[in-house]
């Protein structure tokens, strides 16, 4: 596969997981209610799961969220092997400084 492909498809299910993660963290029971006492039971039934099968279907999102981070980040590190910042010769200066004038109002001359 090309690997422009493989990163694309990477951000897609990074991006969807990322949407559906949000979803389902908002959905599940808190302690002091929240965003599933407002939905009523509609929330659980939303993905048709009970209360312990939406706190593993969470854990399983929060893992393809995370793997497909890491997988993103490898796989940019591994294509970017250049820098973006050119080497400078650091052994001569960038810019010569003015002649600042000595004793008496006199340039001293710069020596060859």
């Known amino acids: 596969m090309n690997l422009d492909l493989v990163v694309t498809l990477l951000y897609i299910l990074f991006i969807v997981s990322a949407i559906v993660l949000c979803i389902v ?3 599940q029971e808190g302690r002091g ?3 599933t006492d407002a939905l009523g039971s509609a929330g659980q039934q939303t993905f048709g799961v009970a209360a312990s099968g939406i706190h593993k279907f969470t854990g399983w999102t929060g893992a393809v969220f995370i ?3 890491l997988l993103i980040h490898v796989v940019n590190r591994k294509s ?3 820098s973006v910042v050119p080497d400078f010769d650091t052994t001569k200066p960038a810019v010569e400084a003015p002649a600042v004038p ?3 109002g006199t ?3 710069a020596p060859k």
């Open 25 to 27: 963290v908002l959905l």
């Open 33 to 35: 209610g929240g965003l």
């Open 67 to 69: 793997v497909s981070a």
């Open 80 to 82: 970017a092997e250049s």
């Open 102 to 104: 000595g004793p008496g």
């Open 107 to 109: 340039t001293p001359e």
